[in-house]
């Protein structure tokens, strides 16, 4: 179960440097896109800007303090905060686009849940003892978990 949950802890590392890198690459578009999704127009540009570097630093935080368990804590609230945001929107008949990876013209969907809900449980086993995890067999379940998440980013976008 070690070699599993860093493996986790790797994965979703990478998909929160892929999403924090992407949203600084839109840049000031990320703002409206904030603003459509729910956030209220005053504090919009505040996330907007805030948004992409906490996704990098709970991603880098990963593979940087690797022996703690804090970072995937971190990052769990994270994804369970974007998750929530989606329910949100689509509880409340909101299909709008999603800045999830930065400029989408995808709406939220039920799909979107199920993606969001994949990356949860991934930071979930992350949050996991790494102690005693093998070479060999972190890198096979990085490479299973990975293919697993690029499916469902595709699967469910």
Do not use: D, Y
Request: net charge positive.
């Amino acid at each position: 179960m070690a070699s599993l949950a860093l493996a986790a802890r790797i994965v979703v590392a990478v998909a929160l440097i892929v999403a924090g890198v992407q949203k600084l690459r839109i840049g000031r578009s990320l703002r409206p896109q904030v603003a459509a999704f729910g956030v209220p127009a005053g504090v919009a540009p505040v996330v907007a800007v805030t948004l992409p570097l906490v996704e990098l630093a709970a991603g880098l935080s990963l593979l940087v303090f690797v022996r703690s368990s804090v970072p995937a804590w971190v990052a769990l609230g994270l994804l369970a905060l974007f998750t929530g945001a989606v329910a949100a929107n689509l509880a409340s008949g909101r299909h709008v686009p999603c800045p999830c990876f930065g400029t989408s013209v995808t709406e939220v969907s039920p799909g979107t849940l199920a993606r969001n809900g994949w990356l949860v449980a991934l930071a979930v086993v992350g949050t996991g003892s790494i102690t005693g995890a093998a070479v060999g067999a972190v890198i096979l379940w990085t490479f299973v978990l990975a293919l697993a998440t690029l499916i469902a980013l595709r699967f469910f976008s």
